[in-house]
């Protein structure tokens, strides 16, 4: 299929002697498809009623249940649709409106966000650290050709854009203790490397056509409920489903590994309130967001005080640990607390617990107590 864009120049912006929405526009056959002049790209006003009608894609993967959960209990139901491109069990196609969307299909894309008048999307979709250097060409898709797509729909239909970037957005040269939000990003995994490039474009599309994009760096997320899709910090997640089933867990990362990680709970509250920030208070597009940073040994310390003949065996894994050693070890988000008011609630012993408590109700966990 042959894309074809065309960029609308309507003038200078008297503010910042940029130019004002210049729009991409794809032609899918011979017409074109074009935006009113006026259109305010910038943010869309929704009153107390006037609720955003969401899309997330992505959504069967770790985080995009949690997120519908949090968005339908916000903005209602039905005005949250949830998608992918698997079929969803049924407890999660019973809670709300779900729908397949494959990302790399753009006119399915586009008739999703017309005939739902979507004007919120969270771009959910991915494939992370270890599995992408496991099936580059996939990733490469995934993540570089599929977010194009949602650049261009967002633009297209004057969506408010929330695609996640991550630690992995640092390289063995970026500052690792602590990694401020600007400094030099030349990740080795193309994980990496497409986050990167989302940023950059993301924020290139907003100050170029205006659109309103935001993007947060989230650590490693930790969900008792849901599990990673493949990445390098999902020991983090295993070792809490093994310590309460099994007493013991292998890991696959080197005992003095430190990362940033952060509970699902913290990060879905940050994605919705960067969201819901006023433009006004947003002086960067893209920001690092933190809770706490541990590493392998010192989480096994943490847990043993819930499960005490808890035991924890290395087997590393060299191209997880790799890339970990790459990664920031603690991150600097002095500037969402700044700006937004970012403020995470769980640390290392609440995470610890919280955990336990749902993997332990008839286990070892339990018996301990
Ligand atoms: N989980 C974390 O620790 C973490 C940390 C940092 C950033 N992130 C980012 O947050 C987002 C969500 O992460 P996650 O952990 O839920 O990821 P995940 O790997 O668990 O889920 C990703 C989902 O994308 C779907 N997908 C793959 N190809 C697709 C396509 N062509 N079209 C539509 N969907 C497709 C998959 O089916 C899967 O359900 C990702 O962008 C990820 O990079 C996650
Ligand atoms: C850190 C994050 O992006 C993901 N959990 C990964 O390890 O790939």
């Known amino acids: ?61 770790q985080l995009g249940v949690g997120l519908a959960n949090l968005l339908r209990k916000r903005f209602g139901k039905d005005n949250v649709v949830l998608s992918d491109i698997r079929k969803p069990p049924d407890h999660v196609f019973h809670s709300g409106p779900f729908i397949y969307s494959d990302i790399l299909d753009y006119k399915n894309l586009r008739e999703i966000v017309v005939n739902n008048r979507i004007t919120w999307l969270f771009h959910y979709s991915a494939l992370l650290s270890a599995i992408g250097e496991a099936n580059v060409s996939l990733a490469r898709a995934v993540n570089i050709t599929g977010l194009h797509n949602i650049l261009d729909v967002a633009a297209e239909h004057n969506l408010r854009l929330f695609v996640p970037s991550t630690i992995g957005a640092f390289g063995p040269t970026s500052p690792r203790n602590p990694t401020p939000d600007l400094c030099i990003q030349r990740p080795r995994t193309i994980y990496g490397v497409s986050k990167v490039h989302a940023e950059l474009m993301g924020e290139y599309y907003h100050y170029r056509y205006g659109l309103d994009f935001r993007c947060l760096r989230y650590p490693g997320i930790i ?110 988000d002095s500037n969402a607390r700044k700006d937004w008011g970012w403020k995470h609630n769980f640390d290392l012993p609440e995470l610890v617990t919280t955990m336990l408590n749902f993997h332990g109700s008839e286990t070892r966990v339990a018996q301990a107590n």
């Open 1 to 61: 299929m042959l894309f074809v864009r065309m960029l609308r120049r309507v003038g200078q912006s008297p503010a910042c002697g940029c130019w004002t929405p210049v729009l991409p526009v794809r032609f899918l056959g011979v017409s074109p498809r074009q935006i009113p002049a006026d259109a305010n790209f910038h943010s869309a006003f929704f009153s107390g009623t006037d609720h955003p009608r969401v899309l997330i894609t992505g959504g069967l993967g």
């Open 223 to 332: 969900s008792a409920d849901s599990q990673p899709g493949g990445g390098t910090t999902d020991y983090a997640v295993q070792i809490f489903h093994d310590a309460a089933k099994h007493g013991k867990f292998e890991c696959n990362l080197e005992a003095r590994t430190r990362l940033p990680m952060m509970y699902i709970d913290d990060c879905l509250r940050a994605t919705l309130e960067v969201m819901e920030a006023p433009a006004e208070s947003l002086s960067m597009r893209t920001y690092n967001v933190s809770a706490m940073s541990f590493t392998p040994e010192e989480l096994a310390q943490e847990v043993l005080k819930h499960v005490p003949e808890f035991q924890i065996t290395y087997n590393v894994d060299a191209v997880r640990q790799a890339i970990a050693d790459s990664w920031p070890m603690k991150f600097d």
